[in-house]
């Protein structure tokens, strides 16, 4: 069940993405979206992926300081594929058995 904080904005076809945007600025950034080509739909999701991984890597840097990149992009492995997946892809951590 899905609750709306303002059933006026509900336009029939998807809730409010920005309960803080006016109206109006959110119509006009769905109807863009609609229109953009699938080329760019793609190249826009491949950038949110990137500041995701970026985002996830800093926090690892912050868990783990004395960590290498190497050790660090394992454990985004684990993060992102699951660590029985990113253990049969990448291997074992460093120290694990």
């Known amino acids: ?3 709306y904080r303002d059933a ?3 336009n029939g076809n998807m809730s409010t993405l920005f309960p803080d945007t006016h109206p109006e ?4 950034l769905i ?10 739909k793609l190249e826009m999701v491949d950038q949110l992926n990137q500041s995701v991984k970026l985002f996830a890597l800093t926090g690892l840097r912050k868990r ?3 960590e290498n990149e190497t050790q660090l992009h394992r454990r ?5 594929l699951g660590e029985e ?8 951590m460093a120290g694990e058995s």
């Open 64 to 66: 783990y300081p004395n």
């Open 8 to 10: 006026s904005r509900y």
């Open 25 to 28: 600025a959110e119509a006009v």
């Open 31 to 40: 109807r863009l979206l609609r229109q953009a080509p699938s080329w760019r």
């Open 76 to 80: 985004l492995a684990g993060l992102l």
């Open 1 to 3: 069940m899905v609750f």
């Open 85 to 92: 997946l990113a253990r049969k892809v990448y291997g074992s």
